[in-house]
């Protein structure tokens, strides 16, 4: 796998505007709406696509049932999905979002395949990462332990 620079990491977070969540849940402990709900919150505006609860709402936004339904301008799409299923998303994603910049694969998802037709059409693809972890990480919001904790009193 290919190691990623800090730089090449960071110019990707501050380029993007819009991302697709492509598997986002709806039950809040789960990590892929934990991560959409944070990226909100950062200013990204996040459209979530899962077809189990299309047409349903998250985070002000209506859920998408596939990338296609999307007429808004995705600069990423972030795969929640297992990594077998890639192929089909990022033909998808390449097919009908013209503005789409980056395939963001979740940690743990790798799809060697998919990020070579990509990266044939010029896309920039990451594999096995959180876009998440890597904003804060970049953007100085981790703390100890590597959560975004806050405040930690010196007086435990």
């Known amino acids: 796998m290919a190691a990623y620079s800090d730089a090449y990491l960071k110019q990707i977070l501050t380029r993007t505007k819009v991302i697709a969540v492509v598997g986002v849940s709806l039950n809040p402990v789960r990590p892929s709406?934990?991560?959409?709900?944070?990226?909100?919150?950062?200013?990204?505006?996040?459209i979530p696509v899962n077809p189990g609860h299309a047409g349903e709402r998250l985070y002000g936004e209506r859920v998408a049932g596939s990338l296609g339904e999307i007429d808004a301008p995705v600069d990423m799409v972030d795969i929640f999905r297992r990594s077998e299923a890639v192929p089909p998303i990022v033909e998808e994603a390449l097919d009908t979002l013209p503005h789409l910049k980056t395939v963001w694969m979740q940690i743990g998802v790798r799809n060697a395949g998919a990020a070579a037709m990509a990266e044939a059409r010029g896309i920039d693809v990451i594999q096995n990462l959180c876009p998440k972890m890597e904003y804060q990480r970049l953007f100085g919001e981790l703390r100890m332990g590597g959560f975004n904790t806050g405040v930690i009193s010196s007086k435990l």
Do not use: I, Q
């Open 33 to 46: 709406n934990y991560v959409a709900r944070y990226l909100g919150l950062r200013g990204y505006r996040v």
